[in-house]
């Protein structure tokens, strides 16, 4: 399956593959039984100048609320040689697809700022799960001093981040003065070793709550997500990372996701209940999209208690 080819939208979260004969139906669930995951990529951090020139990236504007943002697109089987999958475990995690949750997340924190109850000037930004990059390309657009890009294939980043990073940032005049400009990093890696590679991770790995204690330059301030919690079996290292990388005592998480993923059980609902258990954190649900086109979609906001 191709990355979203719609000019009016991302596509709405698709886990059955009909063209499957086999297994479940399920396309990234169709793993033989007892074959162990490939080892995950290894962890890289790519240079803006790194990007990929055998594959074919156009761009197409997208309307977010009365702003502009630019969307790539790119042949998810020109990149990975995949054409019916959106999700293959340990060597394609869907980062070439444009998920409904990113848009979300772009719109709320523009609604955020509007209402003064977030401001990105000056803050350390990290976007997890980015594939487009659409948040952290509204961060780096609203005055963020650093915005980080993860990303569990470097294939995504070199195809569709950098370039869609770049595009956008290009038609922007005050992005491209140096005295606005936020430095913009590129990472890759699993969800357990990406704490190896980011540069803002906190020494003692985070939840410190005394803030006499707590590097002040550590962390990231931002962390930005969406559509990352569909995984079970991955929601207990995603929440680690963020508590590693969090900045203490004021980061923030804004976390878009749909409210269950039918058919392999993960969802915010269940990310929620690892952070309420852990007692760490504390949420609130900052807006809920019901538009017909797809189950329940929220955004959550995560800080330190």
Known sequence: MEANTSATGPEPFSLFDEKSQSGFGLGFL?????????????????LPSQVSSNVVFNVEPINLDGFTLLKGRVSTKEVFGLSNSDLVP????????????SLDLVKTLSSEMQSGQLSLTGKRVLELGCGHGLPGIFACLKGARAVHFHDFNAEVLQCLTIPNVNANIQQ??????????????????????????LPHVLADGGGSKSCETVDKTAGYDII????????????????????????????????????????VGGGSRRFISIVEKDGILAASLVAEVTDGSSNVREVWKLHFR
Request: proline share 11%; with cysteine; charged share 20%.
């Open 172 to 197: 922007n005049p005050l992005a491209k003065d140096d005295n606005n400009s936020a430095e913009v990093r590129f990472f890759a890696s699993d969800w357990s070793e990406a704490h190896l590679i």
């Open 224 to 263: 930005l997500m969406a559509e990352t919690v569909y995984s079970v079996s991955t929601l207990p290292t995603l929440y680690k990372l963020i508590i590693k990388c969090l900045h203490s005592p004021h980061g923030i998480v804004y976390l878009a996701a749909k409210k269950h993923y039918f058919g």
């Open 90 to 101: 340990g060597k394609y995690e869907g980062g070439l697809k444009l998920w409904e949750g």
């Open 30 to 46: 169709d793993v033989p039984e007892n074959k162990p995951l490939p080892p995950p990529p290894p962890c890289v951090e790519l």
